[in-house]
């Protein structure tokens, strides 16, 4: 009698690493591939942050509490994509006098990966003397006019910049005290703005000793209504130049028959003059929290109406444009508004322009080797 002889053959099957070096050789190209969808991404998120940081600060400032500004000063994305795979067989292998039957085997296959997304986001307060400074200084008026140059609306520009115009006063509510505005100076923009739709304005610069000075020119050859538009601006502002160019200045006076005096207003006190419009709940006014709301002027003049309309509720509307909580309300600028989304563009475009914000030298990081 034979005795019965048995082995086991081993096999390893080599697709497990190919499998892996398939896995490898398309993560690649991980990174640029991310690179449009997540440029968009992070475009997207830093731009909701700082809406509702600026929004955050007008109700801050309606309360008395002081504003605070958060700079994110780098994004740094890492991705890391880990695979591998393994398989095996064992089957039993009988002796050659034994009768053929099927063999017995076993095998095994694994397949595992792994995806990791490590973002290193860089947070920088805004503090210090340059900030403060920055947040106080009125904005320059050749900053204001550059905008308008570039074909941003004249009248809303200076409503939102300005205190006066060569004396001619604006409204303001900064302190919660309305100082309604004088009787030419809403005039005195509808003028500017239809000007300014027909091309006969334009700005330029010109280096004055160590200063860089504005100046504006009015148009020689223009239509009849633009000349009466000309004409109640100059003699608004008092301009008696014979050779139309206007120099622009800081100040609340004019000292000389060709200069425009700006009396701009800082970031500060533009962010007051929003929140002062904001429809605060009234039981806010009766516990102390805040002062009473400023009258809206919602009568025949259009322009004493607020530029940012902020509402404030329990909850905020679900297609706010802008949206905050502050203790225990949230404060809202509604989409559907798009004046109110429009001025509050031109914050954030004011905040851009200025660089309210501290230098920064570039972070130093130490990230890890993965």
């Known amino acids: 009698m034979k005795t019965m002889r048995s082995r086991w053959c081993f096999v390893g099957f080599g697709f497990g690493c190919g499998i892996f070096g398939l896995v490898l050789a398309g993560c690649s190209s991980i990174g640029p591939g991310a690179l449009p969808r997540d440029r968009v ?14 929004l955050l600060n007008i109700v801050l400032l309606r309360y008395g509490d002081a504003p605070t500004f958060m700079d994110v ?8 994509f880990i695979g591998n795979a393994n398989a095996g067989a064992a089957i039993n292998v009988e002796g050659s006098a034994a009768p053929i039957t099927f063999p017995k085997a076993v095998g095994s296959f694994g397949v595992g990966a792994t995806y990791l997304d490590r973002p290193t986001i860089s947070y920088t307060p805004l503090t210090g003397d ?8 009125p904005i320059p008026p050749s900053a204001i006019f550059s905008l308008i140059a570039a074909g941003y609306p004249a009248d809303l520009m200076l409503q939102i910049t300005t205190r006066a115009l060569n004396g001619v006063y604006n409204r303001s509510s900064a ?26 304005i334009s700005l330029r610069v ?37 050779d139309g160019n206007v120099i622009l200045s800081y100040g609340a006076l004019q000292r000389t028959g060709n200069e425009l005096a700006v009396l701009s207003r ?54 706010a444009f802008a949206a905050v909580r502050y203790r225990d309300t949230w404060y809202w600028i509604d989409d ?34 993965q």
Not at 73 to 80: E, G, H, K, L, P
Not at 130 to 137: D, I
């Open 175 to 200: 302190t919660l005290d309305t100082r309604p505005s004088d009787p030419e100076f809403y005039p005195l923009l509808d003028s500017l703005r239809r000007i300014q739709l027909s091309g006969a």
């Open 73 to 80: 000063s780098s994004v740094i994305a890492s991705y890391a």
């Open 336 to 369: 559907g508004d798009f004046y109110s989304k429009r001025a509050f563009t031109f914050l954030l475009l004011f905040f851009s322009l200025l660089e309210t914000g501290v230098q920064q030298q570039a972070p130093l990081l130490t990230l890890p080797v």
């Open 206 to 242: 010109e280096k004055r000793g160590n200063d860089e000075t504005g100046i504006i020119v009015f148009a020689g050859h223009v239509t009849p209504e633009i000349q009466q538009d000309i004409e109640l601006v100059r003699r608004t502002l008092k301009l008696t130049a014979e």
């Open 41 to 54: 991404d992070y475009i997207g998120a830093m731009g909701e942050s700082w809406k509702q940081q600026t």
């Open 266 to 319: 800082s970031m500060i006190e533009i962010l007051q003059e929003f929140g002062a419009r904001i429809e605060v709940p009234s039981d806010h006014i009766n516990k102390g929290r805040t002062l009473a709301n400023v009258q809206t002027g919602e009568g025949d003049q259009s322009r004493d109406r607020p530029m940012i309309r902020i509402l404030a509720g329990a909850k905020a509307a679900d297609d």
């Open 130 to 137: 340059k900030f403060t400074k920055n947040l106080l200084r």
